[in-house]
């Protein structure tokens, strides 16, 4: 009967710090600042939208979770409360325009103004994957050149 005990204490001790190495290693793993990171791929929109729509992205190149930087010239900006996204557009689909949409960052918001259609810009932004219409990148910043 005391090796039970042994046993059950050791399986405890051994479990406590599984879960402590969870908790410090992969649950509470700090976020990447994607407005410093380095970007993985420097392309432009038309060529990233392409990737995704004629079914390129494989395990030889896949943009997906990645930290992407795009350049091109946009087509709209779409604002609403505290959201600003940047769209460029590359065809017409069922449910309307089909390209790709940058969420911008908050701090970014104020610099998105009609004056950037015009313009080619680069915006650097994490690429969540493609949704059948667009390429959504979030956490985008403009870059500056």
Known sequence: MKNWIKVFVLAAVVGI????????????????????????????ASECYD???NGNNNETLNYTGKVLQIYGSPS???KTDSLTVVVFTF???MFGDEGIRC???PSYSNEVSNSILSKEIS????????NETDVILEQCS????
């Open 17 to 44: 710090g599984v879960l402590i190495y969870v908790w410090f290693f992969i649950y509470n793993k700090p976020h990447m600042n994607i407005e410093k990171a380095t970007p993985d791929y420097i392309i432009s």
């Open 103 to 105: 969420t911008m960052l």
């Open 91 to 93: 065809s017409t689909g």
């Open 142 to 145: 403009i870059i500056k050149n």
């Open 76 to 78: 709209s900006i779409e």
């Open 51 to 53: 990737h995704y729509a």
């Open 123 to 130: 915006i650097k932004g994490y690429c969540s994957g493609y």
